[in-house]
Structures are given as C-alpha cells and as structure tokens.
C-alpha cells in the first residue's frame, strides 16, 4: 500500500512540473560549481598545455584547497602506492576573467607558501590536498563550500548523481571546460566508498561527485517528497577515484599458466566519500599545516 502510495504521488508531481523545472532552478549554481572544477598536467617547453587528470576547490576552515585523487601525485604501482611523488612540473590549469586559460605551478605553491601534498593515514585512501592560493580580481574560479558536503549516512542507492571531468580528446583553446557525466549509486560500502553506475576514464580520476537536484527522496519507509536533501540544490559526496575493473584471463591447455589478461572497465567507478576528506582535514599535520599557513 505504502509502494503504490509512493508512485500516485510521484506521477502526480511529473504531471504537475515539467521535467525541467527540477533542473531549471540550479542553473546559476551549477554554473558556479563548474568553476570549482580544475585541470592538471604540465606544460612543454612550447608553452603547450598538457592536462592529464581533474582537481577541484573547496573551502576549508576559510582556505581555498586543491582536492585530486592521490594516484595523480604519487606513484602507484599494483594498486599500491610506492610513496615516489610523480608531480613534478605539474601545473594547475583554470580560467582568469580575462576569458584565457591560466595555470600555476605546485611546485612554486609550495615553495611560496611552504605547504605539500596531505593525504590520508590510511595509504590506501586514494585523495589528495594541498592550498590552492587565488588571486582576487584575476582568477575566474569558485570554490564548493562547506555548507553543501555530504556524508555517507545520508545517501541510499538509487540516488541519481553527476560529475564534472576533464575528457581526453576534447581539446580546449582559450577557456577550459569540464563535462557533465551522470550515474546512478549502485552500492554503499562498509568502508564508506561508494560505487556508482557511471564510467570513467583516465583523465576523469579527481572529479567532483554531486547528489543530483532532484526533489523525491528516501525517507525510513518510502519515497518522500519531504527530505533532508532540499530539491533545488545538489551536495557534494566525493571524489572520483577510477573505474573498477572486469579482469579475465586467457589460460594455455599446454602448460595450465595464464597467458593474457583482458581488463575491460565494467562502468561502475569508485567514489571516496567526502569521509575521508573530512577525516584528512581532522589530522594532525592537516591542522599544523593550516595553523602554519594562516600565520604567515
């Protein structure tokens, strides 16, 4: 009865509003998130641009801080992380106002300032952050605030979400642009990663995740147009990490050993939560460093 409740009031909703007014009403803040969305990669010795992955910015205890996944910076090999960081030369691609693509290098971020790379206790813990300084007045970026990230408690599967990446293939001259890609959460882990029903490829690993608007939630015992999450704004839940792979092998009769290993990307991507984040900016060497650089 509580199911067939549930749909009545959900077609009586689609009949009411068109479909695009659930997304009409976040326009200007999606616009504003897309410009919290960064590249990162290198420049040639052409001045070329080279982006490789996705980074993004939010505000932590009032400092701008560039958020990656760890893989980007730091070596990883067999899944595991060799602790060899893999970023130098690595710049940070953005948009000034003067509608032209700007950059700023880590490594003079972290000669300027004397910050590095913060990472999770757990070294498996595939995200990364550093300060991200900005320049009022020149740089045309935004940062996600504080007051929209989401933890895991108060997500379900089912929930419809989207994530703005750098593409390879897409290339890009005077501005840079993320694009949109959609999912759906597939399964919340005991661990508090999250997997979703969405791609993902190299270049997109770094990416913001984002509860999409949407006003019918989960309640204890049904759908509810009445929940914690207000339809006319998304929350930030996590960072993509990479796709989770489908792995088979080709095995001789001869000799009983494996000769090929296929690995095909099944379309489920790994999100870590905005837990860890939260369980980062909580360490110790997270707050020393904070307390350190808003002393200078």
């Not at 910015?57 to 060899?84: D, M, Y």
């Not at 090929?260 to 860890?276: A, C, D, H, R």
Request: charge should be neutral; proline fraction near 5%; aromatic fraction near 16%.
């Amino acid at each position: 009865m509580k199911l067939l409740t549930s749909l009545i009031v959900l077609i009586v909703i689609f009949s009411f509003f068109p479909s695009s007014y659930f997304f009409a009403v976040n326009k200007e803040f999606f616009n504003q998130i897309k410009k919290s969305v960064v590249f990162l990669g290198n420049v040639n010795n052409k001045g070329e641009y080279s982006p490789f992955a996705t980074g993004f910015l939010i505000n932590i205890r009032n400092v701008t801080h560039l958020v990656t996944a760890k893989h980007v910076v730091i070596e990883c090999k067999n899944s595991q992380f060799t602790g060899k960081f893999i970023n130098n030369g690595l710049c940070v691609f953005f948009n000034n106002i003067d509608g032209m693509i700007a950059s700023r290098s880590i490594d003079d971020i972290k000669k300027n300032y004397g910050v590095n790379w913060i990472f999770h206790n757990n070294d498996v813990v595939d995200i990364a952050l550093i300060p991200f300084p900005l320049h009022k007045g020149k740089d045309d970026v935004r940062t996600i605030p504080e007051h929209i990230f989401w933890s895991t408690d108060k997500l379900f599967e089912f929930y419809d979400v989207f994530y703005l990446s750098y593409q390879p293939g897409i290339k890009f001259e005077k501005m840079i642009f993320p694009i949109t890609r959609n999912g759906t959460i597939s399964l919340i882990n005991d661990d508090k990663t999250i997997f979703i029903d969405g791609f993902a490829f190299p270049g997109n690993s770094g990416s913001p995740v984002f509860i999409k608007p949407f006003p019918i939630r989960f309640n204890k015992d049904s759908f509810t147009i009445e929940g914690e999450l207000p339809p006319s704004e998304c929350k930030f839940i996590g960072v993509i990490g990479g796709y989770i792979p489908y792995q088979e092998s080709a095995v001789s009769t001869q000799t009983g050993r494996t000769r090929i290993l296929f690995e095909e990307n099944t379309g489920l991507s790994k999100v870590w939560s905005f837990t860890f984040i939260n369980e980062i900016t909580e360490s110790d060497i997270f707050k020393k460093q904070l307390i350190n650089l808003t002393k200078q």
